[in-house]
């Protein structure tokens, strides 16, 4: 998203070649402290001192840790997870749950952020924009392919089919009673795929 794009919840940012620099120059940083060490260590404190970018400087472009971190973590996902092309739907989008449930496996960062926009407000759309959105336009690229190919059934878009293949896997995430290994997401896909393809 352009720095002066204005977005419902998310905060005008400064625009200009500069601000760029300096917005990117603290995501970059806020990405390596997730990685580093979960959203605790993403403060803006610690993204000031290992961006350069001063703390009144990043308040300008975002309200709170938990909104940089959540622009932050949806750049990590799209880097780690690049959209299968195996030739069918069935193979695309059983391999994307899989990577999807193994990423939440080894990243507990995305529960402490949906913990976090409970108690962080003005975060929340920063949450939908940079993580859920994107993710759901990564999907939405799978679909049409299928889609394209006269693979899936007619009445079951998009929306519908990314709620059903991957709402199991948040669900495991905020309630622990299943894990997030390869076995349990193949079996995810399977039951879900049944019902959404020819």
């Known amino acids: ?5 204005t977005i419902a919840g998310i905060q005008a ?3 200009g070649a500069r601000s760029q620099r300096v917005h990117e120059s603290a995501l ?3 990405v390596e402290l ?21 703390k009144a400087t ?6 709170s840790k938990t909104a940089i971190a959540a622009e932050a973590f949806g750049r990590l996902m799209a880097e780690a997870l690049p959209l299968p092309d195996t030739g069918t739907a069935a193979g695309d989008l059983t391999e994307q749950v899989r990577q999807v449930s193994a990423f939440y496996a080894t990243q507990p960062v995305f529960a402490q ?17 940079f993580f859920l959105a994107s993710r759901r336009e990564a ?3 799978l679909w049409q392919r299928a889609v394209d190919r006269g693979e899936t059934k007619p009445s079951i878009d998009a929306e519908t089919a990314t709620d059903i293949l991957f709402g199991p896997l948040i669900f495991r995430v905020m309630t622990g009673h299943k894990p997030l290994t390869e076995e349990e997401a193949d ?8 019902g959404l393809l020819r």
């Open 1 to 5: 998203m352009p720095v002066s794009e």
């Open 13 to 15: 940012l400064p625009s």
């Open 28 to 30: 970059a940083a806020a």
């Open 34 to 54: 997730l990685k580093e060490g979960g959203l605790s260590a993403a403060t803006c404190d610690a993204v000031s001192a290992r961006s350069g970018v001063s």
């Open 58 to 63: 990043i308040y300008k472009h975002w309200p």
């Open 113 to 129: 952020l949906l913990a976090a926009c409970v108690t962080d407000p003005p975060a929340a759309p920063y949450f939908r924009h």
């Open 139 to 141: 999907i939405a690229t």
């Open 187 to 194: 079996k995810i896909a399977a039951a879900a795929l049944g």
